[in-house]
C-alpha cells in the first residue's frame, strides 16, 4: 500500500469513528439478545424501538447496510480495506449490524455474480433499504445433503415456467416477501445440468408455507409448496439449467456467513459470564477449574478462529483465496459456537434450565443452546464440508 | 495490517526456503544426529545464514544487522521448521538479539550485535530451572559482591548451551521464587570461572545444555536491564521467542501434513488408494483446517510483536497455545496414517514428532499459554 492510501485509508478512519460516535445510538451499541433485537426489513416489517429505527435509517442513508456493494444499487461503494475499517470501528463500539438479511449475505452477491443489470436494478437496492425481506428454497425433503438431487420441477410454459414441488428447511420462509430457488428445469439431464435458480415472489398464487416446531420450541424453519407457480422466465439468474454455479456460489457466502453466526469477541468474556452462575475463589479465578480450562481452551480456538476469518478476508483481496475456503471455516465456526453454547450451559447449571419463566427471558439460554446444534447442519453439515475440504482442496482421491 | 505477507516478505520466504531446502533437508538433520556431531549444526550454513542477512535479521542497520521485523523472523522460522534444520537462528538471532535490542545499553549493543549480525558470535538465553517452563519461579541466585554480583544455580534447556559464547541468564537479586520483583538478566561469559556445561542429547536431536553456575562472578556492566527489574524485559524476550517457535511449529505441522496427504494419495490397501476413506478424509480436513486456523494465530501474533512488544501477550499466547495443540495433533495424524513406516527410523516422520515435542516444551506449552490467557482475561 503506498503512503497516500495508507494516509487516506487513516482519514476514512478518523471520519467513521466521528461518524459512528455521533450516529450510532447507544442503545444500539449492545449484542442483540434476542431476535426481536435483529431488524430484517420486508414489507411487513415493525421496528422493535425507536433506536433500532434511527440506526438503521442513518446506516441506510449512507449506503452501509452493505457496504461494499457498488453506489448505483444502494451500497457504500467501499473498497475492500475500508470495508475492514468499517467493520473493524463498529466492532470497536459493539455496533449492532443496522440490517440482518439474506438478500444481504446471500442473494446479494450472487445476484452481483451473475444477474443481468435488470435484476440487479430491481432487486438489489430494494434489499439495501431493507424493503424486501428474502427467503431460501434450497433443501427438500429428499435433497438435504445430497442437494444436487432435488426435485421440485418447473416446467416450460410460454414465457413463464410452471412450479410443482416443495422445500424444507425454508428459513423464515412465513416472513419473507420473495424466494430464490432452486428448481429442475431439465429432468433428463444428469443431476447437476437441470437446475436452474430463479426468483419470484412468495405471495404468487400456489406459493402456501408452514412453519417447522423445533426442539429449541421455536419455528425459523419452515415447509414451502408450490402448487403449479407461475413464474416468469425472465426471473431465472444466469443461465437456465445453469443453476448449479449460481447454488455453489450463494452456498460459499452462506456458510461465510453461518461460520460468523457466533458471537465472536462481541460482550463479556465467557469466563467472566460463567463466574456469574459457578462463583469464583479467593484468587479471583473461576471456582471450577476444569470448565475453566474448557472455557480457557475454548478462548484460544476462538481467537485463533477470529484471527482466520480475518485473514481469509485478507487473501480474498489479494487474490489469495480458495473458492472452498469458506466450507473449512463453516465446519470450524459452527462447531465452536456449539462448544460456546454447551459451555454456557454447563456454567449455568440449574438456572440454565428453565423453559417458561421471566426470569430466563423465557428459556433464552436453553433454547439458544438447542438452535446452535443446527449450525453444523444447515448450509451443509460439518460431514459435508469437510468432504468439500478433502477433494476440492486437499485433492484427495474418490467421489 | 492484511494478514498475508507482502511482496518483500514473500520473496524473503522464497530465498529462506531455497537455501533451506536445497541445503539442509531433514536428511542434514539425520546425519549430524548418526555422526554425533559434537557442533550439532553446520557452521557453513550459519554463515551462508549471516551472509544472508539472516543472523542479524533483527538486529538495527546502525549494528550491521537486516533492522528487519517478528514478521520476517516468524518466515525463516517456518522454513527452519519444515526441515527441522538445527541453527542458532532461535537463541541467537531471535532471542538473545531482542533482549539486546530491548534491554542492552550502548556498550552492551555495539560490542555484541554486531558481531551477531556477521555470525562470529553465538548467543542464548538460560530461563528454565524446573521440568516446566515458569519464568517467575527463577531462583537461580545472583548476590551482590564487591562492585559486581556472584551467580550460583542451573539452568535446563538452554539452547545452543554448549556452543554458545554469550548466555543471557535469567537471575534472582531480590525477592522469592514466584515474585516478579526481583529478576535481573546478566551476561555471563560461558568460559568464565565457575560456569559448568553438559550438552544434553535431547529426543530430537537439537541442540541443548544443562548450565550449573558456582559462584560465578560477573562486573555490574554484565546486568542487562535494570537489576530486580527484569520481569518486563523477560516477558517481552520471552514473548519474542513464543511467537518464533510458534512459527517453526506450524513449519512443521504443515511440512507433516504435505507429506501424510502424499501418503494418503500413494499408498493402496484394499484395493484402493487410503485416501479414498472417509474416515482419513475428514481427519485430513480437519487437521488442515486446524493449521490454517493456528497459522493466522501466528501471523496475528508476530505483527502485533511488531507493533508493540508490551502488547502483544494474549495474541502470542494464543499463537503458542495454538501451536502446540495443532503441532501435536499433527505429527500424531503423520506417524498413525503413514501406519508401521510412521514407526521407523528410517522414515522421516518420527523426527518431527520429536521436534514437535521439544517445541511444545519450548517457552511454556498449550497448558501454560491457556492458563495465561484465562488470567489475562479475569477469571
Partial sequence: MSETETADLEQFRAETRAWLEANCPPEMRKPATSDADVFWGGRNTKFASEPQRIWFERMRDKGWTVPDWPKEYGGGGLSAAEHKVLRA??????????????????LGPALLKYGNEAQKKEHLPKIAAGLIRWCQGYSEPNAGSDLASLQTRAESDGDDFVITGSKIWTSYAN???????????????????????????????????????LISGYSPFCETFFDGVRVPKSHVVGTVNRGWDVAKYLLQHERAMISGMGERGVGRPLGQIAADSVGSDTQGRLDDSMLRGRIASFDVDEAALAACAERAVDLAKAGQAHPAFSSAMKYYGTELNKRRYEILMSAGGVDALEWESERSRQGARPRAWLRTKANSIEGGTTEVMLGIVAKRILDLPGA | MALVLTEEQS???????????????????????????????SKELWHSFAEMGFAGLLVPEEFGGSGLG????????EEIGRTLMPSPFLATSVVAAS?????????????????????????????????????????????????????????????????????????????????REGL??????????????????????HNAARIELANVEVTADSVLGEVDQGAALLDGVLDIGRGAVAAEMVGLSDEVFNRTVEYLKNRKQFGKLIGEFQALQHRAAELYVDIEITRAAIIKALQALDADVTKAASAVAVAKARAGTTATRAVQEGVQMHGGMGMTDQFDIGFFMKRARV?????????????????????
Avoid at chain 2, 363 to 374: I, K, M, P, S, V
Wanted: glycine share 10%; charged share 20%; with cysteine.
Fill in chain 2, 99 to 179: 533482549a539486546l535490542n530491548l534491554g542492552g545499553n550502548a556498550a552492551q549493543k555495539s560490542e555484541f550485535l554486531p558481531k551477531i549480525s556477521n555470525g562470529s558470535l553465538l548467543a542464548t538465553l538460560a530461563i528454565d530451572e524446573g521440568a516446566k517452563h515458569r519464568p517467575l519461579q527463577t531462583s537461580l541466585q545472583a548476590v551482590r559482591a564487591g562492585n559486581g554480583f556472584k551467580l550460583s544455580g542451573a539452568k535446563a534447556l538452554v539452547v545452543d548451551g554448549h556452543v554458545a559464547d554469550l548466555s543471557i541468564v535469567a537471575a534472582r537479586t531480590a525477592g522469592s521464587a514466584g515474585e
Fill in chain 2, 184 to 205: 535481573t538478566l546478566f551476561l555471563v561469559n560461558p568460559k568464565a570461572k565457575g560456569v559448568a556445561i553438559e550438552r544434553t542429547i535431547m529426543v530430537d536431536a
Fill in chain 1, 175 to 213: 416472513y419473507a416477501d420473495w424466494i430464490f430457488c432452486l428448481v429442475r428445469t431439465d429432468p433428463a439431464a444428469k443431476k447437476h445440468d437441470g437446475i436452474s435458480f430463479i426468483l419470484f415472489d412468495m405471495t404468487s398464487k400456489g406459493v402456501t408455507t408452514k412453519p417447522i416446531l
Fill in chain 2, 359 to 379: 517445541c511444545e516444551e519450548l517457552f511454556g506449552d498449550a497448558n501454560y499459554h491457556t492458563e495465561q490467557l484465562a488470567r489475562a482475561r479475569g477469571y
Fill in chain 2, 70 to 77: 517478528f514478521m520476517e523472523a516468524g518466515i525463516i522460522m
Fill in chain 2, 11 to 41: 520473496m524473503l520466504r522464497d530465498s529462506a526456503r531455497g537455501l533451506i531446502s536445497d541445503k539442509a533437508p531433514v536428511s542434514h538433520l539425520r546425519s549430524l544426529r548418526d555422526a554425533k556431531d559434537p557442533t550439532g549444526f
Fill in chain 1, 89 to 106: 470501528e463498529m466492532a470497536k463500539i459493539g455496533a449492532r449490524p443496522p440490517l440482518s438479511s439474506f438478500g444481504i449475505w446471500m
